[in-house]
């Protein structure tokens, strides 16, 4: 009902863009029975068994309803959108299965903290090793010494160094984990989130993902700082919005690079296979670290950001445009060819 103000129901006026079909969804979950319904039939799921059929009469006992017509009255409501109906019983549907499990994700089986925690890997701005921490559903990796790369102007609103944000990292990443692990399953879940949004794919619903970059009209860090407009680095960032669900992030515009074939065939060359995973949290640890890169807006209108990765004396650059396409590869060559080549500019 876009632009509907008729029914007076707080949960229509506010649902804007979401639509009919969303409010309908809330509105058949908010009743204790229902919602009981869901938690039995998550209760009965056995991943290794398959789908966890359960009975009529085996659910009514599982949820403690007294009365048969109204648990049967609920059930029906569920049927058909968070409930499968099959000739032995009930199960979770899809939906349901996603109902469930992201308020187990987003809230975790147990109160989810991370204290600062020192991990494998040095602060780009100053070297100095740095921390991961846990608040605010948000994992962080912070630096204790300089003011990191993000701080509490950024579109992140991200407190005093720190260096990156896993904003969706969820409180279930935390559980059965040590710091350490959490670090590289935060690793291992940007990367894999990354390649996915540059791809066009959200990671949080498979909709549509609409990419841009933003340049800081005003970008002028003073030496060792960031930026006061931006509250960053870069001057330039790329961002990624979810058309569906609104899941939104940003990186700094060199990461629309890192898997690039030509940045692939690079790490390649240098030892470096590309795999990754918690059984090799120091490769993991190292994924981002290795093939930092460096970024420079070369022209504005159009606009061409170069960035340039370095190791072991050789460079691969690497030419984005507007559209966080690469239009251009340079290289690999001598870090001494690529010098002089910024020397042109
Ligand atoms: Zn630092
Ligand atoms: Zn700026
Ligand atoms: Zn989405």
């Not at 992030?249 to 995973?277: I, K, M, R």
């Not at 950001?305 to 590869?329: F, M, S």
Request: glycine share 10%; aromatic share 6%.
């Amino acid at each position: 009902m876009p632009g509907g103000r008729a029914s007076g129901s707080p949960l229509d006026e506010a649902a804007g863009a979401a639509g009919p079909h969303t409010v309908e969804g809330f509105k058949l979950l908010s009743d204790e029975t229902r919602l009981a319904i869901l938690l039995a039939l998550w209760e009965a799921y056995d991943p290794e068994e398959g789908r966890g059929t359960v009975s009529f009469s085996d659910l009514c006992d599982r949820v403690g309803a007294a009365d048969s017509g109204n648990f049967a009255y609920h059930l029906d409501k569920l049927a058909g959108r968070f409930v499968d109906e099959h000739e032995a019983g009930y199960a979770l549907s899809n939906a349901g299965h996603r109902v469930v499990r992201s308020v187990i994700a987003g809230t975790g089986l147990e109160e989810a903290t991370l204290e600062p925690t020192e991990i494998p890997r040095s602060c780009p701005t100053c070297g100095d090793p740095l921390e991961i921490t846990y608040r605010d559903q948000r994992l962080y990796q912070r630096c204790s010494e300089c003011e990191g790369s993000l701080g509490p102007s950024s579109p992140l609103r991200a407190p005093e160094g720190t260096v990156t944000v896993h904003d969706d990292f969820e409180p279930a990443g935390l559980a059965g984990r040590t710091p350490e692990e959490v670090f590289v399953a935060g690793t291992i879940d940007q990367t894999l989130a990354l390649a996915l949004v540059v791809r066009g794919v959200c990671p949080a619903c498979t909709g549509s993902i609409e990419d841009a970059l933003h340049v800081c009209e005003d970008h002028d860090p003073p030496v060792g700082h960031r930026c006061g407009a931006c509250g960053t680095r870069d001057e330039v960032r790329a961002r990624y919005v979810c058309s569906v669900c609104k899941f939104n992030v940003s990186y700094p515009a060199w990461c629309v690079t890192l898997d690039h074939p030509a940045s692939l065939a690079f790490y390649h060359d240098h030892g470096f296979e590309g795999t990754y995973g918690l059984e090799d949290p120091e490769t993991t640890a190292r994924l981002w670290e290795r093939f930092r890169r460096r970024q420079q807006i070369v022209d504005r209108d159009p606009l061409r950001v170069r960035v340039v990765v370095e190791d072991a004396g050789e460079t691969l650059a690497l030419l984005l445009d507007g559209e966080l396409d690469v239009i251009e590869v340079e290289g690999p060559r001598p870090v001494a060819a690529e010098r002089a080549s910024l020397g042109d500019r």
